[in-house]
């Protein structure tokens, strides 16, 4: 079975600062690997993902995450955080061929001017 | 907006009596999925469907059933609402196996009193 863990539940940071959010997963077969933001009462959308190929992948608003396989983690960063990217985040995981997605509990960001 | 529309968005229920969420799609997507969000806990799967007539339960299904009569439509009931049930609840829909990215609605804000 699949699991993912995000430590941290609450993130705070300045804003320009650079941030970094954890997400682990763990799993015996291979998995394609999300993230999901989610602003004040709204749904989720993806941020990113990866499936396949460069480990380093890029969201169009300046996010990155980096496919780690011996450490079986898929942490988020931005280098310059703004006060807009105050959201909750969540770490997905799920296996090629299958229809479940396995979540992580969330990081909340707070983003302080 | 991926095409999805959830109802009620809002909802205050007596314990005890039956609810039932919809979720409508017009992207004619085959895997149709409800998840109730909670805090600590993140998203956690209730049931999901693979196409008309097919669902299966998730992580979270005891005191949840799901139809699904045709593509477009998903509905979550509760037989006998009780407290715990009070939650967030998500519908989730995704296109086939090989896309690999889900879409979220907006969210039911259910209430249990």
């Known amino acids: 079975a699949q699991s993912v863990t995000q430590l941290d539940s609450q993130v705070p940071v300045f804003e320009e600062a650079p941030v970094e959010l954890r997400c682990n997963y763990s799993s015996s077969v291979s998995v394609y690997l999300f993230w999901y933001v989610q602003y004040p009462n709204q749904g989720l959308q993806l941020l990113l993902k990866?499936?396949?190929?460069?480990?380093l992948v890029k969201s169009i608003n300046g996010f990155e995450a980096e496919f780690n396989k011996s450490q079986t983690s898929f942490h988020l960063r931005k280098p310059s955080v703004h006060i807009s990217d105050t959201a909750e985040y969540f770490c997905?995981?799920?296996?090629?061929?299958?229809?479940?997605?396995?979540f992580g509990t969330g990081t909340r960001l707070k983003v302080l001017a | 907006d991926a095409g999805i529309t959830q109802s009620p968005r809002h909802k205050v229920t007596e314990t005890g009596t039956p609810v039932t969420l919809r979720c409508h799609q017009t992207?004619?997507?085959?895997?149709m999925y409800w998840y109730r969000q909670d805090p600590g806990h993140g998203l956690r799967l209730i049931h999901y469907s693979y196409g008309v007539k097919d669902t299966d339960k998730g992580e979270v299904s005891d005191g949840y059933s799901v139809s699904r009569s045709k593509t477009e439509d998903f509905l979550l009931t509760l037989e006998s609402a009780t407290s715990s049930q009070t939650s967030v609840y998500f519908c989730?829909?995704?296109?086939?196996?090989?896309?690999?990215?889900?879409?979220f609605g907006q969210g039911t804000r259910l209430t249990v009193v």
């Open positions: 989730a829909i995704r296109q086939s196996q090989v896309n690999t990215e889900a879409f």
């Open positions: 990866y499936l396949s190929g460069s480990t």
């Open positions: 992207e004619n997507h085959r895997y």
């Open positions: 997905a995981v799920t296996p090629p061929g299958t229809y479940k997605y396995i």
